[in-house]
């Protein structure tokens, strides 16, 4: 997984309105597509970037899809992000 999808992933605010939704447990898809105003297919798409990201993950029990949160890609990017400070003299 690269940073640049990452980045790309969270670029867009549904896709992180998306994640927040999932902070607080899984969802199923038609879930997360009853809080949004636009279409289920745009929403697939939301789900399937974040999906390719690695940022969400999903598991189908019967004919329900369920997405949940996938934080250690979110860790990494942190951390990525961080050495980006770099070191500061202490003053």
Same mark, same amino acid.
């Given at each position: 997984?690269?940073?640049? &999808?990452? !980045? &790309?992933? !969270? /670029? ?6 998306? !994640?927040?939704?999932? $902070? =607080?447990?899984? %969802? ?5 597509? =009853?809080?949004? /105003? ?5 929403? /697939?798409?939301?789900? /399937?970037? %974040? &999906? ?19 934080? =250690?890609?979110?860790?990494?990017? !942190? %951390?990525?992000?961080?050495? %980006? $400070?770099?070191? &500061?003299?202490?003053?």
């Amino acid at each position: 997984m690269g940073i640049g &999808k990452t !980045l &790309k992933a !969270l /670029s867009d605010p549904i896709r992180r309105d998306i !994640l927040n939704m999932l $902070k =607080s447990g899984r %969802l199923s898809a038609g879930e997360i597509s =009853s809080r949004f /105003s636009v279409t289920d297919a745009s929403i /697939s798409r939301h789900l /399937s970037v %974040l &999906k390719e990201a690695d940022l969400i993950r999903d598991t189908r029990e019967g004919k329900f899809i369920y997405y949940d949160i996938n934080t =250690s890609v979110l860790e990494e990017t !942190l %951390l990525w992000i961080e050495t %980006l $400070k770099g070191e &500061k003299d202490n003053v």
